[in-house]
C-alpha cells in the first residue's frame, strides 16, 4: 500500500497505525534491552541523599513492570485490531446474497433414477412334499 495523492482516509489512517504500533515495539524493545541489562547499577555517591540498594531494586522492578504493562497493552491493540477485523468480515459475509448455483453445484438433484422395470408377477413357491 503507498499513500499517494488518490490515497482515501482509511488507507491513511491504517498506514499511521502501523506505524504508530511499529514505533511502540521499536520503543518498548529499546526499553526493554536498557530494563534488563544484567550489569548492575551501583547507587551514586551522594552524602545528603538516603539512596540505597533496596530503593534501586524496587525502581528496577517498577520499570520491569512498567515494560511488562507497555507489552501488554500493544499484544491488546493488535488482538483488539484482529479481532475487530474478523468480526467485520464475518459479518460482511453472514450478509452477502448467496453466491447463484451452477449447473454443477447440486449433483444429487442433476440425478434421475431409473424408470421402474415392470415387476414380474409373482410365482407361488412351490410345494414341498411331505412324507
Do not use: C
Not at 511502540?24 to 548492575?40: E, F, K, N, R, S
Not at 459475509?93 to 415392470?118: C, F, G, I, S, Y
Request: hydrophobic fraction near 50%.
Amino acid at each position: 500500500m503507498t499513500l499517494s495523492a488518490e490515497a482515501t482516509d482509511r488507507q491513511r489512517v491504517r498506514a499511521a497505525l502501523g506505524v504508530v504500533v511499529v514505533g511502540l515495539a521499536l520503543l518498548l524493545i529499546a526499553w526493554g534491552l536498557i530494563v534488563l541489562d544484567p550489569v548492575p547499577v551501583t547507587p551514586p555517591k551522594v552524602a545528603a541523599a538516603t539512596v540505597t540498594e533496596e530503593t534501586f531494586e524496587s525502581a528496577r522492578a517498577l520499570s520491569v513492570l512498567l515494560l511488562t504493562g507497555g507489552l501488554l497493552f500493544l499484544l491488546f491493540l493488535v488482538a483488539g485490531y484482529a479481532f475487530i477485523r474478523a468480526s467485520r468480515s464475518y459479518r460482511r459475509q453472514l450478509n452477502a446474497k448467496p453466491a447463484a448455483p451452477t449447473r454443477h453445484q447440486d449433483v444429487w438433484a442433476m440425478h434421475k433414477l431409473p424408470e421402474p422395470a415392470e415387476e414380474p408377477p409373482e410365482e407361488e413357491p412351490p410345494e414341498i412334499p411331505t412324507p
